[in-house]
């Protein structure tokens, strides 16, 4: 399969990077694209594995030196993906998974036609505010605002391609991987097609005209 962007959005606890995880675990033909981001670092993290953390300025230079594919602001701080990424993943012939939000989503589907954008849907309000206090991470004010754009974001999900419903999270990752399967046979990302197509065509020809036909 010829490697394209898999674009993974959802509102902040809506379970995509969940589910980006395992996909990434079950399948070599994947790779995360790991974002650069000035928010502080939470608890476990670790740099150049979830994120690139980056300072305000430095961030600043590499968007003037043309650096990302893409970047946006989130909850007051910058996001963006690194182009270096991409074709660090895409050299590996991988499909690069994308953790973006809506803003960056629309970027990249304007530079990368071809791109796969999957929107990830929380089952319920209760489910998002859940997941949301349970990571410990984040203030009740930050988790308030994010639940607050959340509402915003979730009206987004008619410019995505596919939406997931992330109740069960074997289910939602199963159904993923079903899309991909069959994303993987459509003509335009299917690589050697061409040029098998071309062999074949000649092979008809020629199994056609040794063929008897009786005057
Ligand atoms: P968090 O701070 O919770 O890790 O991420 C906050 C939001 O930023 C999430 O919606 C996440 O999808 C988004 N995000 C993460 N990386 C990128 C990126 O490279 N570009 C853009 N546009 N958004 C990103």
């Given at each position: 399969m010829r490697p394209f962007l898999l674009v993974l959005s959802s509102p902040?606890?809506?379970g995509k990077t969940t589910i980006a995880r395992s996909l990434l675990q079950a399948r070599d033909d994947l790779g995360y694209s790991v974002s650069a981001t000035t928010r502080p670092v939470r608890d476990g993290e670790r740099d150049g594995v979830d994120y690139h953390f980056l300072a305000r300025d430095e961030f600043l230079r590499r968007v003037e030196a043309g650096d990302f594919i893409e970047w946006a602001t989130y909850a007051g701080n910058l996001y963006g993906t690194l182009r270096s990424e991409i074709d660090a993943l895409f050299s590996q012939g991988r499909t690069a998974v994308l953790d973006v939000e809506i803003e960056g989503a629309r970027q990249i589907r304007a530079s990368f036609p071809n791109s796969l954008h999957l929107f990830v849907l929380p089952p319920s309000a209760e489910v998002l505010v859940d997941r949301l206090a349970g990571r410990?991470?984040?203030s009740p004010a930050i988790v308030r605002e994010r639940m607050t754009h959340a509402a915003d974001e979730l009206a987004?999900?008619?410019?995505?391609d596919y939406a997931i419903f992330n109740e069960d999270l074997d289910l939602a990752v199963a159904e993923v991987a079903a899309i991909l399967d069959a994303e993987a046979r459509r003509v335009n990302r299917q690589e050697g097609l061409t040029p098998f197509i071309a062999r074949l065509r000649r092979d008809v020809i020629a199994a056609a005209s040794r063929i008897a036909v009786s005057p």
């Open positions: 902040s606890g809506g410990n991470t984040e987004a999900v008619a410019e995505y």
